[in-house]
Nanobody
């Protein structure tokens, strides 16, 4: 059983920065450095959308709305996924989720991911 725990959310003014972290733990049926990891966000009434996904080769893809402002990275030794968010906008306000997919690639949307954290709220005003 894999557990993903997010931290680092909070409230910030527009133009500010936040860094989210996601720590993986538990018994793995997969090896952390061989799977796709990603960040998603969701606001009430809308579908969960991908923000950034990193495949097992460390190739990262970003949503158009955050490209150039957000940077995601993974530490395979510590099993930590990080999302650095800069120049935050009001429209970035959402619950942010860490997710893992039991595959090397990150093809597919949220439904392709097998493990999810509880989420951390980011509010930009």
């Amino acid at each position: 059983h894999v557990q993903l725990v997010e931290s680092g959310g909070g409230s910030v003014q527009a133009g500010g920065s936040l860094t989210l972290s996601c720590t993986a733990s538990g018994s793995y049926g997969w090896t952390y450095n061989t799977v796709c990891m990603g960040w998603f966000r969701q606001v009430p009434g809308k579908e969960r959308e991908a923000v950034a996904v990193i495949d097992s080769d460390d190739t990262t893809s970003y949503a158009d709305s955050v490209r150039g402002r957000f940077t995601s990275s993974r530490d395979n030794t510590k099993k930590i996924l990080t999302l650095r968010m800069e120049d935050l906008k009001v429209e970035d306000t959402a619950m942010y989720y860490c997710a893992g997919r039991y595959a090397r690639s990150c093809d597919g949307g949220a439904s392709a991911f097998h493990y999810w954290g509880q989420g951390t709220q980011v509010t930009v005003s």
